[in-house]
Structures are given as C-alpha cells and as structure tokens.
C-alpha cells in the first residue's frame, strides 16, 4: 500500500490512527486500530474498513 494513502486512512469507528501491519512470510495484511483493537483487512491492496470485516484482537496480546 501507499505510504501516502496509510497517512490519510482513520480509524471508521473512533477516527483514530491505524498501524499497517503485514506479518513476516505471510501476505496477509491488515490495518489495526489499538484503541478499538479491532484489525481491518487489505485485500488485493484495498483496504476494507467495515466494522462486520474487521477482526477483534486478543486483549492478551
């Protein structure tokens, strides 16, 4: 993705800041918001930023 485009995206819930995440030897790429704790997926480079789409992290992590 875009640097310019990461700086321009929000959080659709809390309007915050999301860190782009892609794990090591995975091409699965999310978009997190820590405030929410909720992962937003990126699928073939466009971000899908639905609530019913995001994934909710682990409180432990």
């Known amino acids: 993705m875009e640097v310019r485009l ?9 309007k915050g800041r ?5 794990p090591p ?10 405030a ?3 992962a937003f997926p990126v699928r073939d480079g466009i971000p899908v930023m639905l ?3 995001a994934r909710v992290l682990d409180p432990a992590a």
């Open 18 to 22: 999301l860190e782009h995440l892609r």
């Open 36 to 38: 929410d704790r909720l």
């Open 51 to 53: 609530e019913s789409e």
């Open 6 to 14: 990461l700086e321009l995206l929000v959080c659709p819930l809390c």
């Open 25 to 34: 030897q995975q091409e699965a790429q999310e978009l997190v918001c820590h």
